[in-house]
């Protein structure tokens, strides 16, 4: 069989644009001598339907083109996925079409912290299809049955903790891509491929689009397995988002502190984008260091970006000024450093107007899920491109950019070193806010907690593992004893700074940009903050680490 494997960025609630890319490779693959075209779940409305399905007009559109598919298939079968409208119920579908003849298989609800699937109604629908020759079933995502192919249709978003892993005949396709939901930003990686006799003979480079021609009835050889690059598929994703959201034409602005995220964030711009339409400013007060100013000077000189700089701290002095004219004092403090942040917000967004752009959000995750951000000042944005990285995952992201543009575009006295079991930074992570400032968070620590804590790990299994000593056998606990959290007394102070940080600042989620999400637990923290501090398993762990000796 002759097979057209098309990789589609399925741009969401674009219903008739979808359907006009599909029917002109449909027609290509007609003039290819293809014998079936295969395009990825959910190709015409997207993975996200949202309000929408709530409306029964809105559905039967949708549904529409599911005939008008059928009708194009008497020289060819096509395989596609779409939302199908019945008797008030919709059902998340894949349907093979050949000769005027339609099959259904309808999806099973599966709801993931990336899709909600519970707007679906379920229909025992499962029927086998026979093709030249061929027994054929299709299918959803990694599901594999015993049968001459397997088609498995799929709208897998990048997740940097899960890879797909498939066996025995199959021919999957997924899309590439951003889709956007709610305060989320999903980018589909794509990777379509086939699987024969269990051996890769055909994989389609992630996060990359385009349409290739495979001969099942060729002897099975081993080809490359692509590897997925964080770097290329966050880039893909941004271009994408650029593209949909604000047209390809905005400026960026993107203020630049010096310091780590800001340097990623204009990087990384500038890789999906280019640099002509990245603009960075630099806004420092008396409590700049002159390394971190330099630091962002130097970024933009590698980067190629138009940048500019000044001071804030008249327009700080101005505030102190009429703040006393409504009879308060000069402020200071925390509220300080918070007006600083909202000047510079303030900056950025006046920037942005100025040139008719978007202001990049530079916050990442451990940031996001301790609340360590200021509201109306560095919480703003178009996008936290970030959002879903610690910080560790940002080093590691440097390295990356750093080796793609062949020269020191990230500073690199901003990363870390590790030597004999301690963690050193030539210029330690800081908002820069008041003097000799430094972040509060136990870098490598804390990401450890936000990455793994509501995903794979219970905070109650993490203490457990403290209580019983297992932690200490496991790489995070070298990092805890540079830390001196073997120390109990050291280790409750902080992990209660931790909970009630995070807590405490809950509010603040509802109001940051959307996040450009890497993994399916961007939020699972969030729900298990809420929870553990009232449990009285957590608390009975915490008293029995509170008798602990060092």
Same mark, same amino acid.
């Given at each position: 069989?002759?097979?057209?494997?098309?990789?589609?960025?399925?741009?969401?609630?674009?219903?008739?644009?979808?359907?006009?890319?599909?029917?002109?490779?449909?027609?290509?693959?007609?003039?290819?001598?293809?014998?079936?075209?295969?395009?990825?779940?959910?190709?015409?409305?997207?993975?996200?339907?949202?309000?929408?399905?709530?409306?029964?007009?809105?559905?039967?559109?949708?549904?529409?083109?599911?005939?008008?598919?059928?009708?194009?298939?008497?020289?060819?079968?096509?395989?596609?996925?779409?939302?199908?409208?019945?008797?008030?119920?919709? %059902?998340?579908?894949?349907?093979?079409?050949?000769?005027?003849?339609?099959?259904?298989?309808?999806?099973?609800?599966?709801?993931?912290?990336?899709?909600?699937?519970?707007?679906?109604?379920?229909?025992?629908?499962?029927?086998?299809?026979?093709?030249?020759?061929?027994?054929?079933?299709?299918?959803?995502?990694?599901?594999?049955?015993?049968?001459?192919?397997?088609?498995?249709?799929? +709208?897998?978003?990048?997740?940097?903790?899960?890879?797909?892993?498939?066996?025995?005949?199959?021919?999957?396709?997924?899309?590439?891509?951003?889709?956007?939901?709610?305060?989320?930003?999903?980018?589909?990686?794509?990777?379509?491929?086939?699987?024969?006799?269990?051996?890769?003979?055909?994989?389609?480079?992630?996060?990359?689009?385009?349409?290739?021609?495979?001969?099942?009835?060729?002897?099975?050889?081993?080809?490359? !397995?692509?590897?997925?690059? &964080?770097?290329?598929?966050?880039?893909?994703?941004?271009?994408?988002?650029?593209?949909?959201?604000?047209?390809?034409?905005?400026?960026?602005?993107?203020?630049?502190?010096?310091?780590?995220?800001?340097?990623?964030?204009?990087?990384?711009?500038?890789?999906?984008?280019?640099?002509? !339409?990245?603009?960075?400013?630099?806004?420092?007060?008396?409590?700049?260091?002159?390394?971190?100013?330099?630091?962002?000077?130097?970024? +933009?000189?590698? &980067?190629?970006?138009?940048?500019?700089?000044?001071?804030? *701290?008249?327009?700080?002095?101005?505030?102190?000024?009429?703040?006393?004219?409504?009879?308060?004092?000069?402020?200071?403090?925390?509220?300080?450093?918070?007006?600083?942040?909202?000047?510079?917000?303030?900056?950025?967004?006046?920037?942005?107007?100025?040139?008719?752009?978007?202001?990049?959000?530079?916050?990442?995750?451990?940031?996001?899920?301790?609340?360590?951000?200021?509201?109306?000042?560095?919480?703003?944005?178009?996008?936290?491109?970030?959002?879903?990285? *610690?910080?560790?995952?940002?080093?590691?992201?440097?390295?990356?950019?750093?080796?793609? %543009?062949?020269?020191?575009?990230?500073?690199?006295?901003?990363?870390?070193?590790?030597?004999?079991?301690?963690?050193?930074?030539?210029?330690?992570?800081?908002?820069?806010?008041?003097?000799?400032?430094?972040?509060?968070?136990?870098? #490598?620590?804390?990401?450890? &907690?936000?990455?793994?804590?509501?995903?794979?790990?219970?905070?109650?299994? #993490?203490?457990?593992?403290?209580?019983?000593?297992?932690?200490?056998?496991?790489?995070?606990?070298?990092?805890?004893?540079?830390?001196?959290?073997?120390?109990?007394?050291?280790?409750?102070?902080? &992990?209660?700074?931790?909970?009630?940080?995070?807590? !405490?600042?809950?509010?603040?989620?509802?109001?940051?940009?959307?996040?450009?999400?890497?993994?399916?637990?961007?939020?699972?923290?969030?729900?298990?903050?809420?929870? #553990?501090?009232?449990?009285?398993?957590?608390?009975?762990?915490?008293?029995?680490?509170?008798?602990?000796?060092?």
């Amino acid at each position: 069989m002759r097979i057209a494997i098309v990789t589609m960025e399925v741009k969401g609630g674009h219903c008739a644009e979808n359907f006009a890319y599909i029917k002109e490779q449909i027609e290509q693959a007609k003039k290819d001598h293809a014998d079936m075209i295969v395009f990825p779940q959910s190709c015409i409305n997207g993975v996200y339907g949202g309000e929408h399905f709530k409306d029964a007009d809105y559905c039967r559109y949708v549904d529409s083109f599911n005939d008008k598919l059928k009708e194009m298939s008497q020289d060819i079968a096509i395989v596609w996925g779409n939302i199908k409208y019945r008797g008030r119920q919709l %059902f998340n579908c894949a349907f093979f079409a050949y000769q005027g003849e339609l099959i259904m298989r309808v999806k099973e609800k599966q709801s993931t912290a990336f899709v909600s699937e519970e707007m679906y109604s379920s229909l025992p629908i499962h029927r086998s299809i026979l093709f030249q020759g061929h027994t054929m079933e299709v299918n959803f995502g990694n599901e594999v049955q015993d049968t001459d192919w397997n088609i498995n249709l799929d +709208a897998r978003p990048f997740d940097i903790h899960h890879e797909q892993k498939l066996t025995g005949n199959v021919i999957y396709v997924n899309a590439v891509g951003m889709q956007n939901e709610g305060k989320r930003v999903v980018m589909m990686e794509g990777g379509s491929a086939v699987y024969h006799q269990n051996k890769c003979v055909w994989q389609m480079p992630y996060g990359e689009a385009g349409c290739q021609l495979v001969d099942t009835d060729q002897k099975p050889s081993d080809a490359k !397995r692509q590897k997925r690059s &964080l770097l290329k598929l966050m880039g893909e994703a941004v271009k994408s988002f650029d593209q949909q959201i604000l047209g390809g034409k905005s400026r960026w602005i993107v203020g630049l502190s010096g310091g780590l995220d800001s340097s990623v964030s204009a990087a990384l711009l500038v890789y999906a984008l280019g640099n002509e !339409r990245v603009i960075g400013y630099g806004m420092s007060s008396h409590h700049n260091s002159e390394q971190t100013k330099q630091n962002a000077r130097a970024l +933009a000189d590698a &980067l190629a970006i138009e940048y500019h700089e000044g001071s804030i *701290t008249s327009l700080t002095e101005a505030t102190d000024e009429v703040l006393m004219q409504y009879g308060y004092p000069s402020c200071e403090g925390l509220v300080k450093e918070n007006v600083q942040a909202r000047i510079r917000g303030h900056l950025l967004s006046t920037f942005a107007a100025i040139h008719k752009g978007v202001v990049v959000n530079n916050g990442n995750k451990v940031e996001n899920a301790l609340g360590y951000c200021t509201l109306y000042g560095d919480a703003i944005g178009a996008i936290d491109i970030l959002g879903d990285l *610690t910080k560790v995952q940002l080093f590691d992201l440097s390295h990356a950019l750093n080796q793609h %543009f062949n020269k020191e575009t990230v500073p690199v006295n901003l990363l870390p070193e590790r030597i004999n079991g301690t963690i050193r930074f030539s210029v330690p992570p800081s908002a820069e806010l008041t003097d000799h400032q430094q972040d509060p968070m136990k870098w #490598f620590y804390h990401d450890y &907690l936000v990455d793994h804590i509501g995903r794979d790990l219970t905070m109650n299994q #993490f203490l457990n593992r403290y209580l019983d000593g297992s932690i200490w056998n496991e790489e995070i606990g070298a990092i805890m004893r540079f830390y001196h959290l073997d120390d109990p007394e050291v280790f409750l102070n902080d &992990l209660n700074w931790f909970t009630h940080t995070a807590k !405490r600042n809950l509010f603040k989620h509802t109001q940051v940009p959307v996040i450009l999400t890497v993994s399916q637990n961007a939020y699972s923290l969030r729900k298990e903050i809420q929870g #553990f501090s009232e449990g009285e398993v957590y608390q009975e762990l915490l008293d029995r680490i509170k008798q602990m000796k060092k």
